[in-house]
C-alpha cells in the first residue's frame, strides 16, 4: 500500500497531521548544513574588519565531536593564542603612537581571534600561554622578540606602522596554513580557516590605507608574489553573521 493511498484510509485530522509531521521532516533535513571546517562563523564590517562570533563559534563547536590533540596539534594552538595576541598587542600599541583608526578597528578585531583560540584551549584543557600577561608580553620567546621588532619598525612613521600591519597579517596566513596542514580535526581546521579569512581581509585593509593615506604601494615581505596577488586582487570576503 503507497503512501497516498494510506493517507486516503485514515481519518481526516490524523491525515493532516501526519502531513504536517512530514513537512517539518523535510525542512529540518534542508535547512541543518553540516558543521566542518568550512563553516563561516566571522562578521565582517565595510571595511573588512573581521570578528569572530563568539557565539556562532560555540554552536559549531558543540555539533562537532573532540579526539585525542597530537603534540604537534596542541603546540599549534598554544602558538596561535599567542600570535593572535601579538597583532592584537602591536595594533593597539601602534594606536596609541599614531591616532590611525585602522589599528584600533583590527585591534578589536583581534581580540576576538585570540579569543577564539582560547577557545580551543578551554576546549582541550591546555595550560593557556598568554594568561596574566599584559600588553607586549610573551611566553614564547621567538614572538616576544618579534613583537619587539614590529613595534620598534612601527614606531618609526606612519608608513612603517601600516607595512608593519601589513607583514603581520601576511606572517598569520603563511603559520594558519602551516597548522591546518599539521591537523585532521575538524573543531581545530574550522578555527584557523575563519582566523585566514580575517587576516585575509585585514590585509586587503592595510594595504588599502596604505595607498590611500600615505600614497606608497606594499610589497610582500613573506607571501610569494602570487599568493599576495592572488589576496589584495579581490574584494573583502563577507561573513556569515550579523553585521555580515
Given at each position: 500500500?503507497?503512501t497516498?493511498?494510506?493517507l486516503?484510509k485514515?481519518?481526516?485530522?490524523?491525515?493532516l497531521?501526519?502531513?504536517?509531521?512530514?513537512?517539518?521532516?523535510?525542512?529540518?533535513?534542508t535547512d541543518?548544513?553540516?558543521i566542518?571546517?568550512?563553516?563561516?562563523?566571522?562578521?565582517?564590517?565595510?571595511?573588512?574588519?573581521?570578528t569572530?562570533?563568539?557565539?556562532?563559534l560555540?554552536?559549531?563547536?558543540?555539533?562537532?565531536?573532540?579526539?585525542?590533540?597530537?603534540?604537534?596539534?596542541?603546540?599549534?594552538?598554544?602558538?596561535?593564542?599567542?600570535?593572535?595576541?601579538?597583532?592584537?598587542?602591536v595594533?593597539?600599541?601602534l594606536?596609541?603612537?599614531?591616532?590611525t583608526?585602522i589599528?584600533?578597528?583590527?585591534?578589536n578585531s583581534?581580540?576576538?581571534?585570540?579569543?577564539?583560540v582560547?577557545?580551543?584551549?578551554?576546549r582541550?584543557?591546555?595550560?593557556?600561554?598568554?594568561?596574566?600577561?599584559?600588553?607586549?608580553?610573551?611566553?614564547?620567546p621567538?614572538?616576544?622578540?618579534?613583537?619587539?621588532?614590529?613595534?620598534?619598525?612601527?614606531?618609526?612613521?606612519?608608513?612603517?606602522?601600516?607595512?608593519?600591519?601589513?607583514?603581520i597579517?601576511?606572517?598569520?596566513?603563511?603559520?594558519?596554513?602551516?597548522?591546518?596542514a599539521?591537523?585532521?580535526?575538524?573543531?581545530i581546521?574550522?578555527?584557523?580557516?575563519?582566523?585566514?579569512?580575517?587576516?585575509?581581509?585585514?590585509?586587503?585593509?592595510?594595504?588599502?590605507?596604505?595607498?590611500?593615506?600615505?600614497?606608497?604601494?606594499?610589497?610582500?615581505?613573506?607571501?610569494?608574489?602570487?599568493?599576495?596577488?592572488?589576496?589584495?586582487?579581490?574584494?573583502?570576503?563577507?561573513?556569515?553573521?550579523?553585521?555580515?
Amino acid at each position: 500500500m503507497n503512501t497516498l493511498t494510506l493517507l486516503r484510509k485514515l481519518p481526516l485530522g490524523i491525515t493532516l497531521m501526519l502531513i504536517m509531521f512530514m513537512l517539518v521532516s523535510c525542512d529540518t533535513e534542508t535547512d541543518t548544513a553540516p558543521i566542518t571546517s568550512d563553516t563561516d562563523v566571522t562578521n565582517v564590517d565595510e571595511s573588512g574588519n573581521t570578528t569572530i562570533d563568539q557565539d556562532a563559534l560555540s554552536d559549531a563547536l558543540n555539533q562537532i565531536p573532540t579526539g585525542e590533540l597530537s603534540v604537534v596539534e596542541a603546540e599549534g594552538i598554544l602558538y596561535m593564542r599567542e600570535e593572535e595576541k601579538l597583532a592584537w598587542d602591536v595594533y593597539l600599541t601602534l594606536y596609541e603612537k599614531w591616532q590611525t583608526a585602522i589599528f584600533q578597528n583590527i585591534a578589536n578585531s583581534e581580540k576576538t581571534h585570540t579569543d577564539a583560540v582560547k577557545t580551543l584551549i578551554d576546549r582541550y584543557v591546555l595550560e593557556d600561554p598568554a594568561a596574566g600577561k599584559g600588553i607586549g608580553v610573551f611566553t614564547n620567546p621567538t614572538l616576544q622578540n618579534l613583537y619587539d621588532q614590529l613595534v620598534e619598525e612601527g614606531n618609526q612613521s606612519l608608513a612603517s606602522a601600516l607595512s608593519v600591519g601589513a607583514a603581520i597579517e601576511e606572517i598569520d596566513i603563511l603559520d594558519l596554513e602551516e597548522r591546518i596542514a599539521q591537523t585532521d580535526k575538524e573543531d581545530i581546521k574550522m578555527v584557523y580557516e575563519n582566523l585566514m579569512k580575517g587576516s585575509r581581509n585585514h590585509l586587503r585593509s592595510f594595504v588599502s590605507t596604505l595607498k590611500k593615506q600615505v600614497g606608497e604601494t606594499y610589497q610582500p615581505q613573506y607571501l610569494s608574489q602570487a599568493a599576495y596577488d592572488a589576496i589584495v586582487s579581490t574584494p573583502i570576503e563577507k561573513g556569515n553573521g550579523v553585521g555580515k
